[in-house]
């Protein structure tokens, strides 16, 4: 068995019969949907056409949603049905993120990820799902794609179809007969609220949206006026209806991935200082230990805290899923915290005279060196994470760790060279942080340049991703918070030896950077 669907776009009449049989089968609330039916607009009156698409999950032969999640909460079935439990879901929207088809939300009455799941219950039984038994077009057809003999099956082997972002390689088995470009690509044709009809468009991030706005319902510059012919056309293709979905990740992600990198990039500037020979006080150390404990532990609360259920949190740990960099992430970050917390307990120890100064000086050696290929792991699994994010182009660069584990260095050593200033930390460590604090602010803005400036992005999404980072409504996080404020002030400051607000500059330029990095691919639409 292998279940899949076929949506004929020359019958349907976007009636959304299949999506209000969806809502009263599945008791899904109202603001989100698991099926829509999506409206665009083509050509000038009286001239014009309305073209229709039916959306939702495309139960991908190669499901990115279910190799993310890190509870099993998604999962494919024998039968190629993409399936998903609401009990064992901990509402960490990634599922979101990895799916290219913005087939997956969170239901605001569970607070767990839902969406299609082929009506899975009536399958079982025998029956067709519920929105292939209302069409009164028989636009949709449902059926065993491997079963030569099925509607389904001839269709798809005798009619011309096609599918939706194919290039992603997820094997999707929604397929479409006639389906257009402007309707299938979301970034075909802008969208404004003034051309929506009787749907709400809910602003990105907070922002408010007037009708007069140039923002689209994803947060997208609206197209304007096409000149054709020496003649401007108003609205040649225009999107009317569709389906909003929210964004899934805020503020606490860009915020987690600094905490992260001074917990890090402390451990990593203190073993190579050890590891150059230098002598280290026993403040210095309980300093150093210290801060990676309490960023780390920062880093688990805003984690947990961005959860949509946190009470669920242990799932990671008691029932994980390990394809899942989420997972791995989590087990990366426990062990680090055990070390460093063996760390900081061993120079807290020496501090009160209860280590001798030859243990402390036998055991720091070996506790750096299990510490340090943690460290790397700590600052650079959220890159895999993020390549496992296949909804998100922009966010599937190779280069993507190296830049994470580069960013956590310059995090950790600008914290520990400005703290020099305060607390009673070794001259030498303080200096050595100092240098490599300027390297690696001088190295991340070269490898951030080259990256958003320099590289030619792999996909149209990840290029519309990055303009606006460099050039759209992220351009001030990135030119002055991240560039000016973060790289060119925090060098210049550095260099001339004024204390602590090189840390400040440096550390605020980096959630600048963050903030646009997880912002801007999310308000690329998906659908």
């Not at 292998?2 to 959304?16: A, L, Q």
């Not at 607070?111 to 519920?130: F, M, N, V």
């Not at 609220?193 to 749907?199: G, K, L, S, V």
């Not at 905490?259 to 150059?276: C, H, N, Q, S, Y």
Request: aromatic share 10%; charged share 15%; hydrophobic share 45%.
């Amino acid at each position: 068995m292998n279940f899949g669907f076929v949506i004929d776009n020359r019958s349907c009449i976007g009636c959304h019969a299949c999506s209000t049989a969806c809502k009263s089968e599945n008791d899904v609330p109202l603001g989100v949907y698991r099926t829509w039916v999506k409206y665009t607009e083509t050509g000038t009156f009286p001239d014009n056409r309305r073209h229709f698409q039916v959306t939702r999950c495309n139960h991908c032969s190669n499901p990115p949603c279910v190799r993310i999640c890190p509870v099993t909460a998604m999962y494919q079935r024998e039968d190629g049905i993409v399936d998903f439990d609401s009990r064992r879901c901990i509402g960490c929207k990634a599922c979101l993120q990895a799916c290219p088809y913005d087939a997956i939300h969170i239901d605001p009455e569970t607070s767990t990820a839902a969406k299609c799941h082929y009506c899975a219950h009536r399958t079982d039984i025998g029956l067709e799902p519920a929105c292939v038994v209302v069409c009164p077009e028989h636009a949709i057809i449902a059926g065993d794609l491997d079963d030569p003999h099925s509607e389904i099956s001839k269709i798809v082997h005798n009619e011309k179809v096609t599918v939706r972002k194919p290039e992603q390689g997820t094997g999707p088995k929604l397929f479409y007969i006639e389906g257009g470009d402007i309707a299938l690509h979301p970034t075909a044709t802008e969208r404004t609220p003034e051309t929506f009809m009787w749907a709400d468009v809910k602003p990105l991030h907070g922002e408010n949206i007037r009708a007069d706005q140039s923002h689209s319902t994803q947060g997208l510059p609206a197209a304007g006026p096409i000149q054709i012919g020496g003649r401007v056309s108003e609205h040649m293709v225009q999107v009317s209806y569709n389906a909003q979905h929210e964004v899934p990740w805020h503020w606490q992600v860009p915020a987690y991935l600094v905490t992260k990198g001074i917990a890090a990039g402390v451990a990593l500037v203190f073993a190579l200082a050890l590891w150059m020979g230098m002598e280290l006080s026993a403040t210095t150390g309980v300093f150093a230990s210290a801060t990676a404990v309490v960023f780390t532990l920062i880093t688990t609360v805003l984690l947990v805290g961005d959860l949509e259920k946190p009470g669920r949190f242990l799932r990671i740990i008691l029932t994980p899923q390990w394809k899942s960099w989420l997972t791995r992430g989590a087990f990366i970050l426990i062990a680090f915290s055990i070390v460093v917390t063996g760390w900081m307990g061993i120079e807290l120890g020496n501090l009160f005279g209860m280590v001798p100064d030859a243990t402390l000086a036998a055991a720091r050696p070996w506790i750096l060196l299990a510490a340090s290929p943690l460290a790397i792991g700590v600052a650079s699994y959220t890159a895999f994470l993020f390549g496992q994010a296949e909804g998100r182009d922009l966010w599937q660069s190779p280069l993507l760790p190296i830049h994470l584990v580069i960013q956590a260095t310059m995090a950790g050593a600008v914290f520990l060279a400005a703290s020099g200033n305060v607390f009673p930390i070794s001259g030498a460590i303080a200096e050595l942080a100092r240098t490599v604090a300027l390297w690696s602010i001088a190295i991340d803005l070269g490898v951030m340049i080259l990256g958003e400036i320099g590289m030619p992005h792999a996909s149209e999404v990840a290029a519309r991703a990055a303009h606006d980072i460099t050039h759209g409504r992220y351009k001030n996080y990135f030119w002055v918070g991240s560039i000016l404020v973060g790289h060119v002030a925090a060098f210049g400051v550095l260099y001339f030896g004024v204390p602590v607000l090189p840390a400040l500059l440096a550390l605020v330029g980096l959630y600048c950077y963050e903030h646009a990095f997880v912002m801007a691919p999310q308000d690329v639409p998906n659908s």
